[in-house]
């Protein structure tokens, strides 16, 4: 079936049968060959020089250009700080006086290398890349053997990149078995800089090593296209009917739905008193991780509610939990079609029209911090709820953008986070920069971040450094985004201004798109974090807001004396207020009532504490009602109180 048109389904551009293949679509029987060859030709996983599954003392090279640019900067994927003269180069590159240059990974034990993929140097300024090279294998780091062609005993010379960016494979045409690879490069762009990956397996001997995990859940680790992700949560809500709904918050550029999958008792409706949930990923469609994370968690969660799990009934009869594995579904199946190794590190990150869509939306943190200090914040300016300004979402705004804003809106989340990648930590906000970084509730969000790090199996173990430099989080896996990278326009910041959800980023590791065969791991180390994490929405106090004849008083505010940021009421007069342990005066004030204060007790135990209000329609109403029974003839009762309540009035 040999055309002229057929592509190889594996690029191996460079291997001994490319000549065998040239020669295929003039001679028939020569298609098998061809055929059989790409079957047998194995692909293993990548040993983790990306994921940082290597550690530091595996790599080793003949010699550095500068120490900035180690063995250990030759991470497949590692970026580069934007200053060439600091520690972290984009890159492992080598002395240019020194002639047989090789970069080395030790496997630590003997494996099956089958292939090797190279990248060129992460840099603004600079075109450096490796376009060919040798690869030896040695068991004792002594003695090297090429690859050879199978064919006969030429040495085989691998082609390497064509830019700096762009990932290449090269396939071995057999399997070789040795504990230590080196690449040698033979020609390049620029300087010899590259960074890699290497292609293996382990053998059955040493198979369950300590790396080896086997999952105790058995649930299906695999990448979902659209397409999967769309089967899965359809199974899913077959299987767990009572618990489980699929709805979607809009569509993409591209017309791609973003679904999203709520588990609740009581699914498709809010529950007075019951705090609501959210877990987003994929906003970068590259970073993947947080999307298998989201469809393993809701097989999860159905599996154990079916098995009666006590700690997944409770979570899931006492929170309404919404989870959105895929906020930039165009861009994801950019890059799950390039695979997991084969991106870059941008490919897929945009959206269509070219939108982050994590730092697109409305800057509300100039408005308020504006007003601050102009004195107009609370009396002109709210600490909370900052409404949009007119137009904004007419401006250049992401439609994916646009809808999340609106389901932002519509549902009163309590709290949430957003799964990213390309770095291990937990970032809480403000993410904008200012002199004050703080917000308000700046001991309750580092509480947050934290009890996903802590719960996380390696996010604290922050001694090796980041994954592209130092460690930023001071040992605790946690940050405040604007002092580590500031961004404007944030999902967080807006979270946390426009309405009453607090909303963190989870960066979820250093390989953006893992490959398969990480997967259970992944799963292992954040489930416990996931969990954890969700029961946060149980901390600080919780109640209804209702007037004297039991009515629930819709968007009451809810200021805790000592923090600047009010919470309002949601449909049903209930509110969910995120606090600490501590006693705290918590005063409800609606319009047309008289505003009550009560002391609230956060003790340490789960479940928050119950803090319900009262209100009794203010005296200033009772007067209004009057003067329009009078005709609205002027009564003479000048207070302070009532001009400030005409002035409100006014505005
Ligand atoms: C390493 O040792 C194994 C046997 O343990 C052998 O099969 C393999 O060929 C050796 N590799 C090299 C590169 O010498
Ligand atoms: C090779 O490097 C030079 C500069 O050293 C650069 O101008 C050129 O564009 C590079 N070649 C390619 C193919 O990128
Ligand atoms: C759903 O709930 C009904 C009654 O509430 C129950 O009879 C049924 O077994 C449940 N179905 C599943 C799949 O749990
Ligand atoms: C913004 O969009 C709304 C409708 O979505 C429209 O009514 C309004 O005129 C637009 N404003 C501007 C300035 O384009
Ligand atoms: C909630 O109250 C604010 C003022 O406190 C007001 O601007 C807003 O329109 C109200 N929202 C609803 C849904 O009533």
Redesign the pocket.
């Known amino acids: 079936f040999w055309t002229e048109e057929t592509t190889c389904p594996v690029v191996v551009q460079q291997s001994s049968f490319v000549s065998v293949w040239n020669i295929c679509p003039t001679d028939p029987v020569c298609v098998c060959v061809c055929v059989c060859v790409l079957l047998f030709l194995s692909v293993c996983p990548p040993l983790g020089l990306e994921s940082h599954r290597v550690e530091d003392d595996q790599l080793l090279a003949s010699s550095q250009s500068h120490h900035g640019f180690v063995a250990q900067r030759g991470r497949l994927n590692m970026q580069g700080s934007d200053n060439d003269e600091d520690m972290y180069g984009g890159a492992w590159c080598a002395e240019p006086e020194e002639k047989d240059h090789w970069f080395e990974v030790d496997a630590r034990r003997e494996v099956e290398f089958t292939g090797v993929i190279t990248q060129g140097r992460n840099s603004e300024k600079?075109?450096?890349f490796v376009s060919s090279y040798y690869v030896a294998f040695s068991n004792d780091s002594r003695d090297w053997t090429h690859h050879i062609f199978s064919s006969g005993s030429l040495l085989q010379l691998f082609y390497g990149n064509?830019?700096?960016d762009t990932p290449v494979m090269s396939q071995f045409a057999t399997p070789v078995v040795a504990r230590y690879i080196r690449i040698q490069p033979q020609s390049w762009?620029?300087s010899l800089c590259l960074r890699a990956e290497i292609l293996a397996c382990q053998l059955p001997s040493t198979y369950h090593s300590e790396n080896e995990v086997n999952p105790s859940d058995e649930l299906d680790f695999r990448h979902h296209n659209y397409k999967e992700m769309r089967q899965m949560m359809k199974v899913i809500n077959e299987e767990c009917p009572n618990i489980t709904r699929i709805y979607n918050i809009g569509k993409s550029s591209q017309g791609l739905k973003m679904y999203a999958m709520e588990i609740s008792d009581n699914p498709g409706e809010h529950e007075t008193g019951e705090p609501e949930f959210r877990y987003t990923a994929g906003l970068h469609g590259n970073e993947a991780l947080g999307r298998e994370l989201l469809l393993l968690l809701m097989q999860f969660l159905c599996k154990e509610y079916k098995d009666d799990n006590p700690r997944v009934r409770r979570l899931v009869d006492g929170v309404r939990i919404h989870l959105v594995p895929s906020l930039n579904p165009d861009a994801y199946e950019l890059a799950y079609e390039m695979g997991s190794e084969m991106g870059n590190w941008a490919l897929g990150h945009w959206t269509e029209e070219g939108y982050d869509i994590f730092q697109n939306f409305p800057d509300l943190n100039s408005i308020l911090w504006g007003a601050e200090d102009r004195g107009w914040v609370p009396r002109v300016v709210p600490n909370h709820h900052i409404p949009l300004p007119e137009n904004v979402l007419n401006g250049s705004i992401a439609v994916e953008t646009k809808a999340i804003v609106s389901w932002m809106e519509r549902n009163p989340f309590v709290l949430g986070a957003n799964l990213q990648g390309g770095e291990k930590l937990v970032a809480y906000p403000f993410d904008m920069q200012r002199a004050l970084r703080e917000t308000p509730d700046d001991a309750m969000f580092r509480w947050l971040a934290m009890s996903y790090a802590h719960s996380h199996l390696t996010m604290t173990e922050t001694h090796r450094g980041s994954c592209h430099g130092d460690d930023v989080t001071g040992g605790q896996g946690i940050v405040n985004r604007a002092s580590w990278k500031p961004v404007v326009g944030s999902m967080n910041d807006f979270s946390y201004l426009h309405t009453n959800c607090f909303e963190l980023s989870i960066f979820l590791g250093c390989d953006k798109f893992p490959h398969e065969s990480e997967l259970p791991l992944e799963w292992e180390s954040n489930r416990e974090a996931l969990l954890a994490f969700i029961e946060q929405v149980h901390r600080g106090i919780k109640g209804v807001v209702k007037d004297t004849e039991g009515n629930p008083l819709v968007n009451a505010t809810i200021s805790v004396e000592g923090i600047r940021h009010d919470v309002t009421t949601a449909a049903g007069g209930d509110y969910w207020r995120l606090l600490n342990p501590g006693e705290y005066r918590v005063t409800a004030k609606a319009e047309g009532y008289t505003p009550q204060t009560r002391l609230c007790l956060v003790g340490y135990d789960s479940g928050a504490t119950s803090c319900s209000f009262t209100l009794v329609k203010s005296n200033w109403d009772r007067i209004k009602q009057i003067m329009a029974f009078h005709g609205k003839r002027p009564i003479r009762l000048v207070t302070k109180a009532n001009v400030r309540e005409r002035e409100r009035g006014k505005q």
């Open positions: 600079h075109e450096d064509v830019d700096k762009n620029g």
